[in-house]
């Protein structure tokens, strides 16, 4: 089955219906700038609370909450189980993150992987069997994710099919109404939703999060 991550989360009673709709997956963005940035503390109040298997993954942005040792910090306190980072690779941020010991999901603009910028092929040697996942957000270089709009799915498709090793995770952009076609074209191992399943900005609609859940397992069921 399609891996759901419901990203974006600021409060328990959110956290608790996307996980009762199914979920796999529940994200917290630690990024001052971002309308969905929450603290620490406020994170740590709300994992306990949430079923083992549920994945508590922090969301990272380059250093903007500091180095690989502040988020060592945060991933201790607000009992995180996956972290995803967007940053530009290098085997070094790698080896950084890896020594998180826990899951690492790779965010990156969509555009990079079009352009055939899959990290260097060192990166890829060294990332290959050790990362979770690749997401793949319709960033750009000033803005690497959150833009809430799709990017180019069948263009995508094309140069993903051509790369081994690595699984892929779609986001940007998905809706209840448009994630069965993003799953029909990419084929991702999973899939990322924030602004597509809110009423307003960190605030979720309960109907959103369950129709985007049965959208993704409709087309599991179709494909499947």
């Known amino acids: 089955m399609t891996w759901i991550k419901i990203c974006g989360m600021t409060n328990l009673e959110d956290a608790l219906v996307a996980v009762e709709a199914g979920a796999d997956a529940v994200g917290f ?11 620490p503390e406020d994170v740590e109040s709300i994992t306990p609370l949430l079923p083992a298997e549920t994945e508590k993954v922090g ?5 903007s909450v500091g180095g690989i040792e ?6 201790h306190h607000a009992r995180l189980t996956a972290i995803q980072v967007y940053s530009t690779p290098s085997v070094q941020t790698l080896k950084d993150w890896l020594s998180l010991n ?12 079009m352009r055939g ?14 990362i979770r996942a690749i997401l793949l957000d319709s960033g750009s270089r000033k803005q690497m994710g959150g833009t809430g709009k799709p990017f180019d799915w069948a263009k995508a498709a094309t140069v993903l099919s051509a790369i ?3 699984d892929f995770v779609a986001a940007g952009g998905l809706t209840p109404e448009n994630v069965g ?3 029909g074209i990419l084929k991702p191992w999973g899939v990322d939703v924030v602004s597509g399943v809110e009423a307003s900005p960190g605030k ?15 087309m599991d069921r179709k494909t499947g």
């Open 117 to 130: 910028r899959l990290g260097g092929s060192k990166w890829r040697g060294e990332a290959k069997g050790k």
């Open 181 to 183: 076609e993003a799953i």
């Open 204 to 218: 979720k609609d309960p109907e959103k999060v369950r129709a985007f859940v049965r959208a993704v397992r409709a």
């Open 29 to 39: 963005v630690f990024h001052p700038s971002s309308p969905r940035n929450v603290r």
């Open 102 to 113: 826990i899951k690492v999901i790779v965010a990156w603009p969509a555009d990079r992987i």
């Open 70 to 75: 502040s988020k060592r910090r945060i991933v």
């Open 164 to 166: 081994d090793g690595f």
């Open 59 to 63: 969301v990272f942005v380059g250093d």
